[in-house]
């Protein structure tokens, strides 16, 4: 699986729009962008995967660059709920694959 | 509501004791995971099942015993356990098949303690 970077952590006003940035410079043709979250103590929650188009759904945006090196979460209106350890994965689709978990981002949401 | 149960949420246990850990899923799944995450540090995998067929073992000590019986339940035997596997164990399930995305999807964890 390819690496990701990821800043440690991020703050953001509750309401704001928060954006969170990832770098996967290595990732292959066949390789997804996948994004989960972990609130404290509690399983990994998916959130939202894409291959090269930007994708969106009922809790994220999901913006690749046309290079696929790089890309960027999205929470429109973030929430104090939305506090948690973000997760970039890059990963191939094929078959049981594991997830390799890296260190994330923080976010917190401040009031 | 994630559609993947664990049980017990929480355990505390001695090193000379057995216990078990159990994971159930209701998304009609082929494959299942168990991850550990130690404090301050990243999720690992431990265990892959597929199809009831254990495809992945990362290199974990036989202290630590997966059982998959069918493919919605998934268990985690632990017997002389040490206080550094104190962590929280995840499950997880994904489908799997060949035109799936294969998104996992986990349970809320067991949270254990070793004494």
């Known amino acids: 699986d390819a690496k990701t970077t990821q800043p440690p952590s991020m703050d953001c006003a509750e309401g704001r729009a928060a954006n969170l940035p990832c770098n996967h410079s290595t990732i292959s043709g066949n390789e997804y962008v996948y994004w989960y979250r972990q609130i404290h103590s509690q399983g990994p929650q998916y959130i939202i995967h894409?291959?090269?188009n930007n994708e969106t759904n009922e809790m994220a945006s999901l913006i690749i660059t046309e290079d696929r090196k790089s890309s960027t979460l999205i929470l429109p209106h973030a929430t104090l709920r939305d506090t948690a350890v973000y997760y970039c994965i890059v990963r191939y689709v094929q078959g049981a694959q594991k997830l390799v978990f890296g260190q994330g981002t923080r976010l917190t949401i401040n009031p | 509501e994630t559609g993947v149960t664990q049980t017990p949420r929480h355990l505390v246990m001695g090193m000379t004791n057995k216990k078990s850990l159990k994971c159930e899923q209701h998304l009609g799944h082929n494959a299942m995971y168990w991850y550990k995450q130690s404090a301050k540090k990243p999720l690992e995998l431990m265990f892959v099942?597929?199809?009831?067929?254990?495809?992945e073992n990362n290199s974990v000590p036989s202290r630590f015993s997966p059982e998959c019986p069918n493919s919605s339940h998934l268990f985690l035997h632990l017997h002389t356990l040490q206080p550094e596997d104190s962590a929280l164990y995840l499950c997880?399930?994904?489908?799997?098949?060949?035109?799936?995305?294969?998104?996992?999807?986990f349970g809320p964890g067991t949270r254990l303690t070793v004494l």
């Open positions: 997880a399930s994904s489908p799997s098949g060949p035109q799936s995305t294969d998104t996992q999807y």
């Open positions: 099942y597929n199809f009831k067929e254990q495809t």
């Open positions: 894409g291959l090269k």
